[in-house]
């Protein structure tokens, strides 16, 4: 039995209050009205001889190619694109700069949710497998799908403010696009609007948030009542539920990742966008699971989990990066072989305003772990694995990064106040919720027909 | 120097596994041990050595993929950059990825082909090459191992017996 220590639940409120104050002192700073952008921009220009107009016009989605200055809006930066208008290129960086602290918000809150949700997936799939080396760590996975319920409810939150327009991050949920005698009218995204309506993507996100917690709940249910059973009742259900929710999931996840992500760039799709974030919360809640159980065995807890099972974890995290790259290389190298300009914009905005955290999350999450977590000896030192670990999770958070922070703050991002405490702010609930929920119940499943197997497990 | 092997037969590999624990426990030398299928743990058990095949494959397909850098850099960028459906041949990296189903392809092809050659160097195998055992039946359920005696036969036999051997020959060594 884990006791929540009064040492790591203080550090996870300092860390959650200091977020917290970090995200408002960013949120605070952001310009309050145009007029404020105006004389920002001012004094930008007379830093740089007036070269900025030119900086501005990259950021509307790369003056390269024709048809993107046509698609002006379709890295959905804001209202209008402005072609020179001083302006409405201070409008435009008005809500770029006002959307920054919200966009900051949405992708750590995102990020910390899609680990509950990616360790869920796995839990299920270790469940419908049956794995035979795996049900030591159940209750550690479970733990961390404590996460599920408040993170989802936090996304659902955020949603429901950009859809009553606190924020405006979602492009496509501003005033007028679909209406033709608005000067705002978009015909793309109108023609979208079957799919892309407020009353659509929130009922959307309920259905979602609703499946997953509940199969989070059985799931959670099941797998105590098993510990008091006489029979294997409640593990068969567990199994079946599990099968159930792996279909229920890939789609909703599928679904989720076109409204919460893809849907930041109304203008651009793509097919396998389901899959590459899918990757990329996998690889992350695999992740997550190694570095809570090294830290737990550390404490003398789960004194069952060996060397194999940390290999095993490494294993899982070398092979999730592999196959993450392979889908965010299979995205980019199409795209880009083909060049055709209403899909190339999302790269072009990217690699001109992104460069180094494009490539960077590249280095982290494909080059590191490959080179770190080849060597089989290297997967059974906690030190390694925790070093890979830490790599691979701050190369996530840039991916998710990188897949919002273009559509809605455009060339203005920075990793600041906003950004690092919004992480923190998320990074101190998640370890609260995960924490008190590792400790609510023993750490070993005791009926569990696998658990055995597990114990042994040897590699 | 016609010095002896003794070959035990077991037809069991747990029993096979307790006589290796046994002779290893009395320090002697296990020649050679023949099975009909992996026995798990046998090689842990005689002390063998980690095989090092994984790294010789690691630096095989380095190899593969500098061959196909240094290939289609020659081929694609510096001998004849042709402009092919509007692709940049400036420069490698321009051009990088439409270049990479070809890195990828070339290291694994490297990794793989030239391990699986080392292996059968390493093991010495090779089409026509004369088969090594010395009792047809490890090649279906027997398990046979070899210890060398020095003019001890008789105390290396009665230790092999012991083991639970369904048979117990003395072979020259040099058959």
């Known amino acids: 039995m884990y006791t929540f220590s009064n040492r790591l639940k203080m550090f996870a409120i300092i860390t959650s209050v200091i977020g917290a104050l970090l995200w408002g002192w960013g949120f605070a700073s952001a310009p309050s009205d145009v007029d404020e952008v105006k004389t920002m921009l001012a004094e930008e220009a007379s830093h740089h001889g007036g070269g900025h107009g030119e900086d501005a016009n990259h950021g509307e989605g790369g003056g390269s190619y024709d048809m993107t200055q046509e698609h002006g809006e379709t890295a959905g930066h804001g209202e209008e694109a402005g072609h020179g208008d001083p302006d409405e290129h201070a409008e435009h960086v008005f809500s770029q700069l006002s959307n920054k602290p919200w966009s900051a918000l949405y992708v750590a809150a995102f990020f910390f949710m899609m680990i509950a949700l990616g360790t869920l997936a796995f839990y299920a799939i270790q469940r419908a497998a049956q794995a035979g080396w795996s049900p030591l760590l159940f209750r550690v996975m479970e733990g961390i799908t404590g996460y599920l319920l408040p993170g989802t409810l936090i996304m659902l939150v955020l949603l429901l403010l950009s859809v009553f327009h606190v ?205 770190i977590l080849m060597n089989s000896d290297y997967k059974r030192m906690n030190w390694f694995v925790i070093m890979a670990g830490v790599v691979i999770l701050a190369g996530h958070y840039i991916d998710i990064f990188n897949m919002v922070m273009p559509a809605t703050v455009g060339d203005r991002w920075f990793i600041g106040a906003a950004e690092i405490g919004a992480v923190l702010l998320f990074l101190g609930i998640f370890i609260l919720v995960v924490f008190s929920s590792i400790a609510k119940h023993p750490l070993i499943a005791k009926r569990n027909p696998l658990i055995e197997e597990s114990r042994h497990f040897h590699y | ?93 321009e051009n990088m990825p439409a270049f990479v189903p070809i890195m990828f392809e070339l290291t694994v092809f490297f990794a793989a082909h030239l391990m699986v050659i080392t292996f059968y160097m390493r093991s010495k195998l090779w089409p026509f090459k004369k088969a090594e055992n010395p009792d047809v039946r490890t090649t279906d359920d027997h398990f046979l191992m070899e210890v060398p005696t020095h003019g001890n036969e008789a105390e290396v036999v009665a230790l092999l017996q012991s083991t639970g051997a369904v048979e117990v020959n003395i072979v020259d060594s040099d058959h």
């Open chain 1, 167 to 371: 924020n405006g991050i979602f492009h496509w949920m501003h005033d007028g696009l679909t209406d033709p005698a608005s000067d705002n009218y978009d015909k793309l995204i109108a023609g979208k609007s079957g799919f892309l309506n407020s009353t659509g993507f929130i009922i959307r996100a309920v259905v979602f948030i609703a499946a997953w917690n509940i199969f989070r709940y059985f799931m959670r249910k099941f797998s105590l009542a098993q510990d008091t059973a006489e029979d294997n009742r409640y593990f068969k259900k567990n199994f079946r539920i599990s099968a159930g929710f792996l279909v229920v999931f890939i789609y909703t996840e599928s679904m989720m990742s076109w409204d919460w992500i893809m849907s930041f760039d109304p203008h651009w799709f793509s097919t396998l966008f389901g899959w590459y974030v899918f990757a990329s919360m996998f690889v992350s809640a695999i992740t997550v699971i190694a570095l809570v159980t090294i830290y737990l065995k550390s404490k003398g807890l789960l004194q069952e989990v060996n060397d194999s099972h940390i290999h095993d974890l490494a294993k899982f995290m070398f092979g999730i990066s592999i196959f993450w790259t392979y889908l965010w290389f299979s995205q980019f190298m199409l795209i880009w072989y083909s060049n055709i300009p209403e899909e190339v914009t999302y790269f072009i905005t990217r690699i001109e305003d992104y460069k180094l955290p494009f490539f960077g999350m590249l280095a982290m999450n494909f080059i590191f772990p490959l080179l």
């Open chain 2, 1 to 93: 120097m016609s010095d002896k092997v003794v070959q035990a037969l077991y037809n069991d590999d747990d029993v096979l596994m307790n006589a290796v624990k046994k002779v290893k426990a009395e320090k002697h030398h296990i020649e050679e041990i023949y099975c009909p299928f992996p026995v798990h743990g046998l090689d842990k058990a005689m002390g063998l050595e980690g095989t090092r095949i994984a790294i010789t494959s690691f630096m095989y397909g380095c190899v593969g993929l500098t061959v196909a850098i240094v290939m289609m850099n020659y081929i694609m960028i510096e001998d004849w950059p042709q402009d092919i459906g509007g692709k940049p041949s400036f420069s490698y990296i």
